[in-house]
């Protein structure tokens, strides 16, 4: 038994003690890998679902682990298998750092993969359906219910450049890894995080309340409720950032104000039509100006709030 008598005996009994390196596989659904066995990027194992076994014997595990992990792993619906690699000095912190590198993977799939929150596609490890079939089993006399977390897939293989590859992608990583991040990168993330999470949503309303927070993590220059002058502000701001022209500056200034008002509306309880026109819209929008955060030269120099306004005013009166 160690005797602790100070912090820096502490410090240095846990200093002694060597980083191990530990492989956690997680299965991901709605994806499947048609052209490959697996596929690897950066830390990021891709395993196809029928290669899983001879994968995990190919790692060289202990037997008995092999046939625990395929049995645990197993599955009918479509899915794909991940594997990533953490570093720690015990179980417990490897598997705290796993749980936070498989829901930034997840985000990063969601934001990149997914332009909208239908349920015809759920991809990713979370929350995946309208109504969860985790544990639920259906029979009667002679028939057994078989019940999918998924409704479809998609093959990955023709998106892993573009997932992994692409300027936005490497972007999208290298932004959401991160340590240190100023002010306007840290309200980049959050909108990043807050689409993502828009596209698992399935009420249309929480969704597009989602889609303008990612929006007003980004733009909105001050905390607290949503105002007239705010919402001005917001839509001059998208305007310009994503409008080249003056006419086109003008429309987009006009359809955000227009979907602020149905924000305003579900905010308050009162929407009751249906908006998925308008909710595929403010999707779109929001995910253009996020790219155009995260690969714009000018927009990618801006540092905070005041730099962003300094440079839209610069753009109406040059």
């Given at each position: 038994?160690?005797?602790?008598n100070?912090f820096?005996s502490?410090?240095?009994?846990?200093?002694?003690?060597?980083?191990k390196?530990?492989?956690f596989i997680?299965?991901?659904?709605?994806?499947?890998?048609?052209?490959?066995?697996?596929?690897e990027?950066r830390?990021?194992?891709?395993?196809?679902?029928?290669f899983?076994e001879?994968?995990l014997n190919?790692?060289?595990?202990?037997n008995?682990?092999v046939?625990?992990f395929?049995?645990?792993?197993?599955?009918n619906d479509?899915?794909?298998?991940m594997k990533?690699?953490?570093?720690?000095?015990?179980?417990?912190k490897?598997?705290?750092?796993?749980?936070?590198?498989?829901?930034?993977?997840?985000t990063?799939?969601?934001?990149?993969?997914?332009?909208d929150?239908?349920?015809?596609?759920?991809i990713?490890?979370?929350?995946?359906?309208?109504e969860s079939?985790s544990?639920?089993?259906?029979y009667?006399?002679?028939?057994?219910?078989?019940?999918?977390?998924?409704k479809?897939?998609?093959?990955?293989?023709k998106?892993?450049?573009y997932?992994?590859e692409?300027?936005?992608?490497?972007?999208?990583?290298?932004l959401m890894?991160?340590?240190y991040?100023?002010?306007?990168e840290?309200?980049?993330?959050e909108?990043?995080?807050?689409?993502?999470e828009?596209t698992?949503q399935?009420?249309?309303?929480?969704?597009?309340?989602?889609?303008?927070l990612?929006l007003e993590?980004?733009?909105m220059?001050?905390?607290?409720?949503i105002?007239?002058?705010?919402?001005a502000?917001?839509?001059?701001?998208?305007?310009?950032?994503i409008?080249?022209?003056?006419?086109?500056?003008i429309s987009?200034?006009k359809?955000i104000?227009?979907?602020?008002t149905?924000?305003?509306?579900?905010?308050?309880?009162k929407n009751?039509?249906?908006?998925?026109?308008?909710?595929?819209?403010?999707?779109?929008i929001?995910?253009?100006i996020?790219?155009?955060f995260?690969?714009?030269?000018k927009?990618?120099s801006?540092?905070?709030?005041?730099?962003?306004?300094?440079?839209?005013?610069?753009?109406?009166?040059?």
């Amino acid at each position: 038994m160690n005797e602790f008598n100070d912090f820096n005996s502490i410090v240095k009994h846990y200093g002694k003690k060597p980083i191990k390196e530990f492989d956690f596989i997680k299965v991901s659904y709605g994806m499947t890998i048609d052209s490959a066995d697996f596929i690897e990027y950066r830390d990021i194992t891709l395993i196809k679902k029928d290669f899983i076994e001879e994968f995990l014997n190919k790692n060289r595990l202990d037997n008995e682990i092999v046939s625990h992990f395929y049995n645990k792993l197993k599955t009918n619906d479509d899915v794909i298998y991940m594997k990533i690699k953490c570093s720690a000095k015990d179980e417990d912190k490897a598997q705290e750092y796993a749980i936070q590198r498989f829901k930034l993977i997840d985000t990063c799939f969601r934001f990149l993969l997914k332009n909208d929150n239908s349920d015809r596609l759920r991809i990713g490890f979370y929350n995946l359906n309208h109504e969860s079939t985790s544990g639920m089993y259906g029979y009667n006399n002679n028939t057994f219910v078989s019940l999918s977390e998924i409704k479809s897939s998609v093959s990955i293989d023709k998106f892993v450049n573009y997932l992994f590859e692409s300027d936005l992608s490497k972007r999208v990583w290298d932004l959401m890894e991160k340590q240190y991040l100023n002010d306007m990168e840290t309200r980049v993330k959050e909108a990043i995080i807050c689409i993502s999470e828009a596209t698992h949503q399935n009420d249309d309303g929480i969704a597009y309340m989602q889609c303008f927070l990612a929006l007003e993590a980004i733009l909105m220059e001050q905390d607290g409720f949503i105002n007239k002058s705010i919402t001005a502000q917001i839509s001059e701001y998208v305007a310009f950032i994503i409008g080249k022209e003056r006419n086109e500056r003008i429309s987009f200034e006009k359809e955000i104000k227009d979907l602020y008002t149905i924000r305003s509306s579900i905010a308050h309880g009162k929407n009751k039509k249906v908006i998925s026109q308008e909710l595929e819209r403010i999707f779109i929008i929001v995910k253009i100006i996020i790219a155009k955060f995260l690969t714009d030269k000018k927009l990618m120099s801006i540092r905070n709030v005041k730099e962003l306004r300094a440079h839209i005013t610069d753009l109406k009166f040059k």
